[in-house]
């Protein structure tokens, strides 16, 4: 198990193995040629199809990269094969027996648990835990040393270039994001997430965060964020510096980015694991709303824009959600999120690529 601490003359945070952060890195992220769009497959609820049928509706709607939250063996086996892409869960109830085990352990933990039912070659990530520092605090030590030892088990098999491991966080991981320049992370949170950005950096894999706008507003007071803000169709657009804003979505992201750059990771990408937006359950939860979000979304994925901190730079995102969940806990509207009837029939016309 690595362990993390810092080094109080030089302020260089580094673990057991010997690496050092690197702080103030001259590099951007790459421009990649195409950024990617893919959906969340939620699987809390009794009345989904069959997997075999989820396989065919990605297939028809032309989705080939696709976000499942657990490593279930029967979804696996339905994705082998078929040429979509994975990210792939670790739940984060397992981290403490990966964290506290080897690497041997965790390879054994990989090969039964994922490669024994689908091909590498179909899991693009292995997201390690899910808002853990939102919803389960108590396994947020356990993280990056899970992720050390998966590493070096995907290092055994020659895998560690092709499959990158990320750990997804809620946005709330920042304690400030308005403007997105004065974006910065949680005090409370920074014996977690700077040991994670430096697996990050070291791996060249991405910081993972969960964008939802929808929240934002809902939870906001005196109407501090608009509705338009919200859905890409303000007139009134915010000033940060030399940058200008019409969305939240974007904003959101780069206050991350600014956050990230606070701390000394320039280079770091963004991944957004999960964003979207109810057809019913709550306040402003409909379903022109939800495709009027969408919609904007993918566009601007599919165009490649970026964002107003980092132009040019695709986003890679994940659509939440595939279907309605029913067995959802919370707020109705947490059950409301499919952009799928359970026949398979979009529930509003959303695109997911210029061909369908």
């Excluded at 906001?220 to 940060?240: E, K, P």
Aim: hydrophobic residues 40%.
């Amino acid at each position: 198990m690595t362990e993390w601490g810092i080094n109080q003359g030089t302020n260089t945070w580094f673990n057991r193995r010997g690496f050092p952060k690197v702080r103030g890195a001259k590099n951007l992220p790459k421009p990649y040629v195409a950024a990617t769009l893919g959906i969340c497959y939620g699987r809390v609820a009794n009345n989904l199809p069959t997997t075999s049928e989820v396989v065919n509706i990605l297939k028809t709607n032309g989705i080939l990269n696709v976000r499942i939250f657990d490593p279930d063996p029967v979804t696996l086996q339905s994705f082998s094969g078929t040429g979509i892409n994975l990210m792939t869960g670790v739940p984060n109830e397992v981290l403490p027996s990966l964290a506290s085990g080897t690497p041997a352990s965790a390879l054994q933990w990989l090969q039964t648990n994922i490669f024994a039912h689908i091909v590498p070659s179909q899991i693009r990530y292995i997201a390690v835990g899910n808002e853990v520092l939102l919803k389960d605090p108590f396994y947020a030590p356990h993280v990056v040393p899970a992720m050390v030892n998966i590493h070096q088990a995907l290092k055994t098999l020659n895998l560690d270039k092709t499959i990158k491991l990320s750990s997804p966080q809620a946005a709330s991981v920042l304690s400030k994001s308005y403007p997105p320049s004065l974006g910065a992370f949680d005090p409370s949170l920074r014996s977690v997430l700077l040991p994670l950005l430096n697996f990050l950096h070291e791996t060249e894999s991405p910081f993972m965060v969960n964008v939802y706008p929808y929240f934002s507003y809902t939870s906001s007071t005196s109407n501090q964020i608009s509705l338009d803000y919200t859905l890409f169709r303000s007139n009134v657009m915010v000033q940060d510096g030399m940058l200008t804003y019409d969305n939240l979505f974007e904003a959101t992201i780069d206050a991350i980015v600014h956050a990230m750059e606070k701390e000394g990771f320039v280079e770091v990408r963004v991944v957004v694991s999960e964003t979207g937006w109810p057809k019913s359950g709550g306040e402003e939860a409909s379903v022109e709303n939800a495709l009027a979000y969408n919609e904007n979304v993918a566009r601007r994925v599919v165009a490649n824009v970026g964002t107003p901190k980092r132009p040019g730079v695709g986003i890679e995102v994940y659509l939440f959600d595939l279907f309605d969940e029913n067995g959802k806990s919370g707020d109705e509207c947490e059950k409301h999120f499919g952009i799928f009837g359970l026949d398979g029939i979009k529930a509003y016309d959303l695109r997911f690529n210029s061909g369908n």
